[in-house]
C-alpha cells in the first residue's frame, strides 16, 4: 500500500479557487495513474478527475471539466487538483488514489483521510 495524505481544502466563497494536493509514499508513484475523488454527505463517492503516469493524459467528469485542473510532479511524488469557479455543489470530501486507468472508478489502494472542501457565502 501507498500512503496518501490530502492537504489543501478549507471554506470558499463561490466563484472562488483552491489547490489541492495528495502526497505520496514510496518511489514508484510515477508508473500510476492517479486520480481526486469527492464524496458529498449522503451520496456516493464519484470520480472527479484522473491523470496518466506522465501526466500527458487527463480525464474530468463533466460536473468539473473547465474549471478543475489535474496535475502531478513525479519528482516531488505529489498530484494537484486546482479548482476554479468553485459552486455549492462542489462542496465534498475530496480523496486522491491511485486508478486503474484514466476512466476507471475502481482504486487501487487505500483510501487516505481527505481534505473538507466548502465551498459557502
Not at 455543489?89 to 482504486?107: F, H, K, M, Q, W
Amino acid at each position: 500500500q501507498v500512503q496518501l495524505v490530502e492537504s489543501g481544502g478549507g471554506l470558499v466563497q463561490p466563484g472562488g479557487s483552491l489547490r489541492l494536493s495528495c502526497a505520496a509514499s514510496g518511489s514508484i508513484f510515477s508508473i500510476f495513474t492517479m486520480a481526486w475523488y469527492r464524496q458529498a454527505p449522503g451520496k456516493q463517492r464519484e470520480l472527479v478527475a484522473a491523470i496518466n503516469s506522465s501526466g500527458g493524459s487527463t480525464n474530468y467528469a463533466d460536473s468539473v471539466r473547465g474549471r478543475f485542473t489535474i496535475s502531478r510532479d513525479n519528482a516531488k511524488n505529489t498530484v494537484y487538483l486546482q479548482m476554479n469557479s468553485l459552486k455549492p455543489e462542489d462542496t465534498a470530501v475530496y480523496y486522491c488514489n491511485i486508478n486503474r486507468g484514466l476512466y476507471s472508478r475502481d482504486p487501487l489502494n487505500s483510501w487516505g483521510q481527505g481534505t473538507q472542501v466548502t465551498v459557502s457565502s
